[in-house]
């Protein structure tokens, strides 16, 4: 059974830092692209950030970069997402995700998520 569980998320100034971790299971995590997915109160979904599956190669929203960096233990299963210079705009759901298996048999899986809420 796949399972993604994120963790880290929590009140902070603007200005501020957290780390976030998501712990994988069930799927060959170091062969996976892994992806860090938000949703802002009453806003649709965002693409956060991806890597690759050695963590070689990272990519980033305009949103976040140059503030956020994603990385991932592969010996661990855990991908993690740092959050610097937090702005009141990054308050938001942080989720997880990762497609497992190869089209068309390939499905979306999500953790439950982490709350981050920026404010002073």
């Known amino acids: 059974e796949v399972q993604l569980v994120e963790s880290g998320g929590g009140l902070v100034q603007p200005g501020g830092s957290l780390r976030l971790s998501c712990a994988a299971s069930g799927f060959a995590f170091s062969s996976n692209y892994m992806y860090w997915v938000r949703q802002a109160p009453g806003k649709g979904l965002e693409w956060v950030s991806s890597?690759?599956?050695?963590?070689?190669?990272?990519y980033y929203a305009d949103s976040v970069k140059g503030r956020f960096t994603i990385s991932r233990d592969n010996a661990k299963n855990t991908l993690y997402l740092q959050l610097n210079g937090l702005k009141a705009e990054d308050t938001a759901m942080y989720y997880c995700a990762t497609i497992v298996g190869d089209a068309p048999y390939s499905f979306s899986y999500w953790g439950q998520g982490t709350q981050v809420t920026v404010s002073s």
């Open positions: 890597i690759r599956f050695g963590g070689d190669t990272t």
